[in-house]
């Protein structure tokens, strides 16, 4: 009786045409990846922001960043919505002052932190790389606009605000405090900011529509 050869399955040999399967990245890399660009980007700023010194400070190769990330503007980008996911969280206490109090507080934590480093590098880029610029408008900015606008959407519904174009203005009255604050000024954000500022600029400004 003849032997039988032995399939390349058998041995662990994916056969003609299979795709290889794709190794699951480890998430515990990607955080330190994250944390070495920010650590690059205090040193060194934007300009001097290489892959290189990413993966010297971070202990990994390039090609682990590579298979993540395609530039040092996509790390910057993942930086901002990691910042925004972890923090924007669309508020439904049914106040639209305590709705707003919450979604400023968390913009300032935003601004304070890991993700608000990367927004400032991003800035001062951004009209230098017009791809750039439109990831940030269409990721973390279309995001935190649409948070704003779903709150005083459900403030119409519950008829604590009245329908009107100008609502979007007063919204936007209150980010661009601290976004002043923050990028121009150089002055601290926080909880207690976010809390004045709707008290003292955006309700009266939404009461009178």
């Known amino acids: ?7 390349s399955l058998s041995w662990g040999v994916p056969p003609a045409g299979a795709r290889p399967r ?38 990994v190769s390039k090609a682990t960043i590579y298979r993540r990330w395609s530039s040092k503007a996509d790390v910057l980008v993942s930086l901002i919505d990691t910042a925004s996911d972890e923090t924007l969280v669309i508020p439904d206490s049914g106040s639209l002052r305590d709705d707003m109090v919450a979604l400023l507080t968390a913009l300032a934590a935003v601004l304070a932190g890991p993700g608000g480093s990367a927004s400032r590098a991003l800035i001062g880029v951004m009209n230098q790389e017009p791809a750039l610029e439109e990831a940030f408008r269409r990721g973390p900015m ?31 009255a209150g980010p661009a405090i601290l976004l002043l604050r923050w990028m121009i000024s150089g002055m601290d954000v926080d909880q207690e900011l976010a809390v004045a500022v709707v008290d003292d600029v955006m309700m009266p400004l939404l009461r009178r529509l």
Do not use: H
Not at 1 to 7: A, E, F, I, N, V
Not at 144 to 172: I, K
């Open 1 to 7: 009786m003849s032997l039988r050869q032995p399939s």
């Open 22 to 59: 794709r190794r699951r990245l480890d998430p515990s890399r990607d955080r330190a990846i994250q944390a070495a660009v920010l650590e690059v980007l205090a040193q060194v700023g934007y300009a001097g922001l290489t892959m290189d010194a990413v993966a010297r400070t971070a202990g």
């Open 142 to 172: 279309a995001r935190w606009a649409e948070a704003f606008g779903t709150v005083c959407e459900r403030a119409v519904d519950r008829g604590e605000l009245v329908a009107s174009g100008a609502a979007s203005l007063a919204a936007e």
